[in-house]
């Protein structure tokens, strides 16, 4: 596993923003790093300030809940290589 700054690509389009801080993708506008878990009442995820899950997460791993990329269809559950 590699962590690269994919968390900066948009998810919605592919594009890299120029600068780290940005937060919102400047050719479609869609949230970076927005991947929440969709569950309100979520304490891991969702009490206090918002934590963005991966960007690979389909699934809240506190709640179960479907990740904010996972309803809009960015993506979907990937086979685990067990090896
Ligand atoms: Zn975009
Ligand atoms: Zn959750």
Redesign the pocket.
């Known amino acids: 596993m590699t962590q690269t700054n994919d968390k900066l690509t948009c998810i919605k389009c592919g594009f890299e923003p120029e600068y780290e801080s940005a937060e919102f993708c400047m050719n479609c506008g869609y949230e970076l790093d927005s991947n929440y878990?969709t569950?309100d009442h979520?304490m891991?995820?969702?009490n206090g300030e918002r934590i963005p899950l991966p960007s690979y997460a389909c699934f809240?791993d506190?709640?179960g809940?479907e990740s904010t990329y996972y309803l809009d269809g960015f993506i979907s559950p990937s086979n685990v290589d067990r090896n």
């Open positions: 878990c569950n979520c891991s995820r969702n809240c506190g709640c809940s």
